[in-house]
């Protein structure tokens, strides 16, 4: 029955227009808020909003530390987003010491900067392939029996 | 896309009409949905308290060690930003930086005092502190503390005075996004 109905809709002419007009206004519709979905994904995922957080947390974890210290923290989704965007480990985090800055680019396009107040002398480097960011403060601490997963929780592990 | 035209032209007036309302809707809820998400993810994270408190924190640890207010550093000598190891830069003219501790005796009168930074903080922290909420005024940590200082005369320790310590820290700093770097 239902099969003779489909059938009779696609053979005659106005029925089959009815169907048609339809299919395209759902597949427009379908479309139209998959494009949607798509900018709120790319939107809550975006580099800004990283490049932001790592530079301010990076900054404050400087400003709250004590010479000399060394802090690691967790990277993997900026060095994630780093390697998508093929920026060299070297330029993901910069510090200016004279001026005390941090700058964060993630993109490749400049990045995120954040002041710092305190004077100690701070050295950015990585382990794990970059995945965990590596904060001296001071003077430089030999970190090679520490166990990066116990520093990153009892020194300010960022989860 | 002639089929969609023709589709458009085959159709009644009304339902001309609707296919315009169809597109409005959809063109309203793009709008609304996209200008949200922007607006909600362009939002800086607000960090300007804790800056504040951690200034407050690293000023009050130069000014006071082991229970004892550091008269020395109240002397005009005395090269504060590098003796509480704070970055000279940070605290030019212009700074989004300030602090400033000042010392008052048992009656109340100021003994001494010192600040650092941008000036004009002064007058905005007394504005946010009391309990003014303004987006673009620093935001600012004030402490009071009463402390005992033993007064010296001719080297000779005399008995400890009750003083009043103040600690005001304020800090302006909303980041910036660079284009390249220098």
Redesign the interface.
């Given at each position: 029955m239902g099969e003779f109905r489909l059938r009779s809709l696609v053979e005659n002419k106005k029925g089959y227009d009815i169907a048609y007009e339809n299919l395209i206004y759902i597949t427009l519709n379908f479309i139209f808020f998959a494009l949607l979905l798509y900018f709120v994904y790319r939107s809550t995922g975006s580099v800004l909003i990283y490049e932001q957080t790592y530079a301010k947390e990076i900054s404050l974890l400087v400003d709250n530390s004590k010479e000399p210290m060394l802090i690691m923290i967790d990277f993997k989704k900026g060095d994630s987003i780093a390697d998508e965007n093929k920026v060299p480990l070297e330029k993901r985090v910069v510090v200016d010491e004279k001026s005390g800055k941090i700058v964060v680019n993630l993109a490749g396009k400049g990045g995120y900067s954040f002041d710092y107040f305190v004077n100690y002398p701070v050295k950015i480097s990585y382990k794990d392939d970059g995945e965990v960011l590596k904060i001296n403060i001071g003077e430089a601490i030999n970190s090679g029996e520490l166990d990066s997963t116990e520093l990153g929780s009892e020194i300010g592990g960022i989860k | 896309m002639n089929m969609?035209i023709n589709?458009f032209n085959?159709k009644k007036a009304g339902e001309r009409l609707m296919v315009f309302w169809w597109i409005f809707v959809?063109a309203v809820?793009?709008g609304g949905?996209?200008t949200a998400?922007?607006i909600f993810?362009?939002a800086?994270?607000e960090?300007r308290n804790?800056?504040a408190e951690?200034?407050y924190?690293?000023v009050s640890d130069c000014f006071v060690k082991n229970e004892e207010v550091q008269t020395s550093l109240f002397s005009d000598e005395a090269d504060i930003?590098?003796l509480c190891?704070?970055?000279?830069?940070?605290?030019l003219k212009g700074s989004?930086?300030y602090f400033r501790v000042s010392l008052y005796d048992n009656k109340g009168n100021l003994v001494n005092e010192k600040k650092e930074g941008d000036f004009s903080f002064e007058k905005d922290c007394q504005i946010v502190l009391n309990g003014v909420d303004a987006k673009h005024y620093p935001r600012c940590a004030l402490r009071k503390e009463k402390i005992f200082i033993e007064d010296k005369e001719n080297g000779i320790k005399q008995e400890k005075q009750k003083y009043l310590l103040e600690i005001l820290a304020a800090s302006n700093?909303k980041?910036?996004?660079?284009?390249?770097?220098g």
């Open positions: - | 969609l589709m085959d959809i809820i793009s949905i996209i998400v922007l993810y362009s800086d994270y960090v804790v800056e951690l200034l924190s690293k930003i590098g190891n704070l970055n000279k830069n940070q605290f989004k930086f700093q980041g910036e996004r660079i284009t390249a770097l």
